[in-house]
């Protein structure tokens, strides 16, 4: 049934791209701006569950990331954990922590639930600057020697790059199969009008934590891979604002509430941030340009480039959800 | 024949407002009953209170005999009792079957999607609205939105209805129709609590009518009885063309 949809098999075809790309040639350099995407397209699609789909705007989802990176790198190099184990270890912490600040904040609705995410992220590196078992502010470092059992450093860059695209595409199933279930038939009523949704029936409190929980998984395991390909991770970067606001960005640049929409986006704001910084004019310039580009996707585009391709060509809704 | 909805000593007060004040009425199992009365009589509030919008200061509430009051509004509609909105309030991107479906999928019933569809799809059919099924809801026109309200509610399959003003901001035709539509929810086996400022459709629709003013009971009886009855002529004497147009049909 949901395997003769063609969409399903766009993402199948979207991660065949990203594993076969690199290896023709064996370029590296491609292997690590795939790479950046790839992450960028697992904040954005799981963003968007919250953003497009139920309509909250979470502007600390970088929260997740970065607690998925602490988790991951402790429980490797305290704990002697493996990286699969220690990475999915570290998103169903982060979940759950999700689901204990979702108690708080999901009350909130509009503009004060925005802040209130900036505020969790910002608590959270707060906390963790001062918390010694994770080393404070100077964060923790890993040793190189972690690599071995991946087949030295080399190698090991390349298993995480695959991981990393795995992850990219379970992001891409799961905003699918959550955008044709019935859980994202709610979630979608409650993005529109969530007073109306629940006098329909709609489980409001309950569909609105379960999203945020998962928005927050897979972000989690991505952060785990993510630092500990670095071997190093501290707060200011763990848990740095900007991530945040660049996946808004691309999940409206491609389209929010969209499947297809955020993968797009991400890999063309990559391309862009690519040019950017290695343009002599450009450089240090990047942050600007997304600013810009925020503001008139807002003002001109709501629906983003996904909005603008069904605008044009209405039969792509059949295949590009 | 059983209440289907008993309503015991319901209080609202918003600050220094009494808006519904020390209330108490039933609902039979298969009646229409009309709720009338003056504009900010509490009618909306009343709604409101039933199906869980906000909690009442006190009284209770319960349907088919389970003690609903102050119950969250989505454990209401799944327990079965289903409502349309006075300002319509359409799911604006969404079509006009997806509209439906979030209705069935939510109901009472708690359909898997695909039975959904199919339910859906027969209660837009049912209120007429089985050319804009594929439209988004925020295209439709008033009278086309009042009638979503209304087929989204059915698609719940509810065992009550609370119908708030749907008739009001529609042309005479349109009128007409949706009184029929309404007679046939009724032949269905579903029990009606309505809302409605027309007169002559509240008089020929409902079998019982409670009078409602400043949030307080004024009379109840067949519309006959309510249209004789001269505390409900005084309150309406504000606007003696609504009096005498009630003792007219009446």
């Not at chain 1, 998984?217 to 190093?232: N, S």
């Amino acid at each position: 049934m949901i395997f003769r949809r063609p969409f399903f098999w766009i993402i199948g075809l979207v991660m065949l791209v990203f594993a076969v790309a690199p290896l023709l040639g064996n370029d590296v350099q491609l292997r690590e701006s795939l790479l950046l995407a790839a992450v960028y397209i697992i904040l954005a699609s799981n963003l968007n569950i919250m953003l497009g789909y139920t309509g909250y705007v979470n502007f600390g989802c970088i929260v997740f990331f970065g607690l998925g990176g602490y988790f991951c790198v402790y429980l490797m190099g305290t704990l002697g954990w493996g990286l699969a184990i220690a990475a999915i270890a570290g998103g169903f912490a982060v979940s759950f922590l999700a689901f204990l600040f979702g108690l708080g904040i999901l009350r909130l609705r509009g503009a004060y639930f925005a802040l209130a995410t900036i505020g969790v992220n910002e608590g959270v590196q707060a906390f963790v600057s001062n918390f010694d078992p994770w080393g404070g502010s100077t964060g923790i470092y890993l040793s190189t020697e972690l690599f071995q059992p991946l087949g030295g450093p080399a190698r090991a860059l390349w298993v995480i790059y695959y991981l990393l695209v795995a992850v990219m595409g379970i992001s891409l199933y799961l905003s699918y199969f959550i955008k044709v279930s019935k859980f994202g038939l709610g979630l979608l009523a409650i993005g529109q009008n969530e007073d109306a949704a629940a006098v329909l029936g709609v489980p409001t409190p309950r569909y609105k934590a379960l999203a945020y929980c998962a928005s927050a998984f897979l972000p989690a395991v991505a952060g785990g891979l993510y630092f500990f390909k670095g071997a190093f991770i501290q707060p200011t970067d763990a848990f740095d604002l900007q991530f945040s606001t660049e996946a808004i960005v691309i999940a409206m640049l491609g389209g929010q509430g969209t499947v297809f929409g955020p993968a797009l986006g991400a890999y063309l704001y990559e391309e862009l941030r690519g040019w950017l910084l290695t343009s002599e004019t450009f450089s240090n310039f990047q942050l600007v340009i997304a600013g810009a580009l925020l503001l008139v996707i807002v003002l001109f585009a709501p629906g983003g480039l996904m909005g603008w391709l069904y605008g044009r060509w209405p039969r792509l809704r059949k295949i590009l959800e | 024949m059983s209440a289907v909805l008993a309503v015991e000593r319901l209080s609202k007060r918003f600050g220094g407002l009494m808006a519904v004040n020390q209330l108490s009425f039933t609902v039979e199992e298969h009646e229409i009953l009309g709720l009338i009365g003056p504009n900010g009589a509490g009618k909306s509030t009343v709604f409101n209170l039933v199906n869980g919008v906000f909690p009442p200061s006190q009284g209770t509430v319960h349907f088919r005999g389970a003690d609903i009051t102050g119950m969250q509004p989505f454990r209401v509609a799944r327990a079965g009792l289903a409502r349309t909105h006075q300002i319509v309030q359409p799911l604006t991107e969404m079509t006009v079957l997806e509209n439906c479906i979030v209705g069935a999928c939510f109901g009472r019933e708690n359909l898997p999607l695909g039975k959904a569809r199919a339910t859906a799809r027969e209660a837009a059919v049912f209120v007429g609205l089985e050319q804009r099924l594929d439209t988004p809801a925020g295209q439709l026109t008033i009278a086309g939105k009042k009638r979503l309200e209304l087929a989204r509610a059915l698609a719940a399959e509810p065992t009550l209805l609370l119908l708030d003003e749907v008739l009001a901001g529609l042309n005479p035709t349109e009128v007409t129709h949706m009184i029929g539509v309404i007679r046939r929810i009724r032949e269905r086996g579903i029990t009606i609590l309505m809302i409605e400022h027309l007169m002559h459709a509240i008089m020929s629709l409902s079998d019982r009518i409670v009078v409602l003013n400043s949030g307080q009971l004024l009379a109840t009886g067949t519309p006959q009885e309510v249209a004789n009855d001269p505390a409900v002529i005084e309150a309406y004497l504000g606007d003696p063309k609504l009096a005498e147009q009630l003792q007219g049909d009446g």
